[in-house]
């Protein structure tokens, strides 16, 4: 346990650090350090609240699961009232505090994931049933879901939506209960995304890249060149040309670009396994938990940090659509930052309370387990 949580540790210290490095590399041209200045705070900030969650026992969410999703669904409620916030580029994703913005959804991804821990232990013997294992918390994860799909935020409903069915199919939900309603969800987002001019606009550009290289495929289009100039070695920390106004949100989506320019398919490399580490200590932490709330808690929190990755780096490769997720601890954005290393810090936490469970706890846990296979 303690090789997979220093592990964790590092490649997170290290994620964060070199992402820092690549904004500022990224966005000094346009802004000086300004952006360094407000992610370094951020980041501050951020590691304090990881030290928080992480000295501090994960079990007491259990106490304040239902009260952590009922805020974080009145703040996303709130956002969607007229009048209350401003609409940027057509969408209500965030408040704006003056100093900085803040964005809902990102609290609200750990705080399902949280509810969905607390619900699957608590009722984990009647998860094979079809109203405790699927009406219930389908109501919870629509309670979060439809104001963050509402905003409108595709990206992340889709993102979180893979997260809450995941942890539902750990936790012993029968297959044949969760694949009917998954399907027909699935099926409804696609008509959505179809029947949305701009996102069919972005699916079309995917499937046919040069026909829209000028139009809604120039974000996608600059990427790759940015990916394919850098080569092995890249251009050197700060020669990157495309941060020239060539890449839109060079800064935030679509910084893995720069990286493939200024440091080459190394760096990038090094990135993905970096990603790829934290998983792997990710699962070994939640595998190993103490209860299964904490088995729940950590996969969730995986799965939400490697998904978002790989939706990331897929949509900046060109191998996804273009949904606009940040690139976890890199991407700059306070609220994605902060939050992120809050669900460090539960992780670490899990780890520290970890090892061989209590009697009552250990047939709890059997019992858990055994589902999974029945």
């Not at 790989?310 to 191998?319: L, M, Q, Y």
């Not at 940040?326 to 290393?341: D, K």
Request: with cysteine.
């Amino acid at each position: 346990m303690k090789t997979a949580t220093t592990t964790l540790i590092l490649c997170v210290g290290g994620l964060l650090a070199f992402g820092m490095i690549m904004l500022y590399s990224s966005s000094h041209v346009k802004d000086g350090s300004h952006l360094l200045v407000l992610q370094g705070a951020w980041a501050g900030m951020g590691i304090v609240a990881c030290l928080v969650a992480a000295l501090c026992d994960y079990r007491w969410l259990k106490k304040f699961a239902w009260l952590i999703l009922a805020l974080t669904v009145v703040a996303l409620i709130v956002l969607l009232i007229p009048g209350v916030v401003k609409p940027i580029n057509g969408a209500r994703r965030w408040f704006n505090l003056g100093f900085a913005s803040f964005q809902p959804s990102e609290p609200a991804k750990l705080a399902l994931i949280i509810a969905l821990a607390w619900y699957g232990e608590k009722f984990q013997r009647d998860m094979r049933t079809f109203n405790r294992g699927i009406l219930i918390p389908g109501c919870l994860i629509g309670a979060v879901l439809v104001p963050i799909f509402l905003e409108p935020d595709r990206g992340s409903t889709i993102l979180l939506g893979a997260v809450a069915g995941a942890m539902l199919l750990l936790a012993g939900v029968r297959w044949l209960y969760f694949i009917p309603p998954a399907a027909l969800l699935s099926a409804a987002m696609a008509l959505v995304l179809v029947v949305d001019p701009l996102r069919r606009k972005r699916i079309m550009s995917w499937l046919n890249p040069e026909a829209s290289s000028n139009d809604v495929g120039y974000q996608t289009k600059q990427a790759m060149i940015a990916l394919g100039s850098g080569g092995v070695s890249g251009l050197g920390v700060g020669n990157g040309r495309q941060k020239h106004g060539f890449v839109p949100e060079h800064h935030t989506d679509f910084i893995f670009s720069m990286i493939g320019e200024e440091l080459g398919a190394i760096a990038t490399i090094g990135v993905i396994v970096g990603f790829i580490l934290f998983i792997l200590c990710g699962v070994y932490i939640a595998w190993h938990a103490r209860d299964v709330f904490g088995l729940l808690l950590g996969s969730g929190v995986t799965l939400l940090v490697g998904m978002q990755a790989c939706i990331n780096i897929g949509v900046v490769t060109n191998a996804l659509p273009n949904k606009g997720l940040a690139l976890p601890f890199i991407s700059y954005g306070g609220s994605s930052l902060i939050f992120m290393l809050i669900a460090v810090g539960m992780l670490i936490s899990i780890a520290r309370q970890g090892g061989p469970p209590g009697r009552e706890d250990e047939v709890e846990e059997s019992d858990f387990r055994n589902t999974q296979f029945a």
